[in-house]
């Protein structure tokens, strides 16, 4: 039996399960048995488009150490890592600066461990935010969030996923839909408080709104398609838009400073995204064009649609580019 037809037996046999319930066992499994990434995968993230995006971000955070006055015992941490190829071109960056720090990868997926394990020799891997040591962080989550399980309220009622004559079907299926996510939340909760006791930033990249944006955001793709939610168990990457004003309240309840949210495509072009792609270009004439098209894809398509906010501990500076919040 394959394990949708198991995961479709199991909701027929409990009467339905809620959304994130079903979100969460879809994802597990999906991202346990594969690299998902890439033209022959499911999706391409910023890292897998170009070493600027992991460059860039290595930079923003080599500075804020710096700024911070180079503590010996801060490590990187970065959460769902993918390929790891974000953490080996950031990595570059920071070892060229001298930070000497520890590689911690939160990371739940065995087979991607491995992958990241290729990249990052010596990192040291954990289950999730509990597991680091009690040291300053430069952390950066992109593309983590969003696939984290997101739950739909239909007015007071929980919206359920259920089984019908071997097929899933919402119910209710029409409706206003609210989502909430106490994945994230208690994520974003352990992160503020890993910050506020040890100190440190964090950079946070991701599709998303900043506030009062309600409605059904789940999504599902599969080869580089989106494909219903429900029909593909397992099998293709289930994601939900983040809800970057409970990331930023979360922090905020403790104690800690928050930059505003921008667009991913402006951020990186006040670091310095376009200088970065002539020296580039520079070094490889022969790949000038598809220089210039990652960074277009990096700035302006995908630029739009991501966004980025900086978390970090009072006593550190914000993360460079990334506008402090009026108190
Ligand atoms: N940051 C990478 C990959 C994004 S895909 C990039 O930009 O390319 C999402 C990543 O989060 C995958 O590595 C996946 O295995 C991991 N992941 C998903 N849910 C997780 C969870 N609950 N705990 C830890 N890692 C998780």
């Known amino acids: 039996m394959s394990f949708a037809e198991k995961l479709i037996d199991r909701i027929a046999a409990d009467g339905g399960w809620p959304v994130d319930r079903y979100f969460e066992a879809s994802n597990n499994h999906y991202y346990a048995t594969r690299d998902p990434m890439g ?4 999706f391409t993230t910023a890292p897998e488009i170009s ?9 923003a955070l080599a500075d804020c150490w710096h700024r911070a006055g180079s503590p010996a015992d801060a490590i990187y941490v970065e959460l769902g890592p993918g390929r790891g190829s974000l953490a080996a071109d950031a990595m570059k960056v920071l070892r060229s600066v001298g930070f000497a720090g520890g590689v911690h990868l939160i990371e739940t997926s065995p087979a991607l461990r491995k992958l990241q394990a290729e990249r990052l020799p010596g990192a040291l891997f954990h289950d999730d935010l509990d597991g680091l040591p009690a040291k ?31 097929r899933l079907t919402f119910a209710p299926e029409f409706g206003d839909i609210i989502e909430i996510a106490p994945a994230r939340a208690a994520a974003a909760q352990k992160l503020a408080h890993h910050l506020g006791d040890h100190g440190g930033a964090a950079l946070i990249i991701d599709y998303g709104y900043g506030a009062g944006e309600t409605g059904d955001t789940l999504q599902a793709v599969k080869g580089h398609e989106q494909v219903d939610a429900l029909a593909h168990p397992g099998e293709a990457d289930l994601t939900a838009h983040v809800d970057f004003a409970a990331l930023a309240a979360a922090a905020l309840g403790e104690g800690l ?24 270009a520079a070094k490889n004439p022969e790949r000038s064009e598809e220089i210039a098209g990652q960074r277009r894809r990096l700035a302006e398509e995908m630029g739009q649609i991501f966004k980025v906010i900086g978390l970090h501990h009072p006593g550190w500076p914000a993360p460079a580019g990334l506008p402090e919040m009026p108190a």
């Open 39 to 42: 033209a022959q995968g499911d």
């Open 51 to 59: 070493q600027m995006f992991g460059e860039l971000v290595g930079a």
């Open 136 to 166: 300053p962080i430069l952390l950066v989550a992109n593309e983590f969030f969003d696939a984290l399980p997101v739950r739909q309220r239909i007015g007071e009622e929980e919206r359920m996923v259920v089984a019908k004559k071997g």
């Open 257 to 280: 400073s928050v930059t505003r949210m921008i667009s991913q495509g402006n951020w990186l072009e006040t670091l310095g995204l376009g200088a970065r792609a002539m020296t580039l």
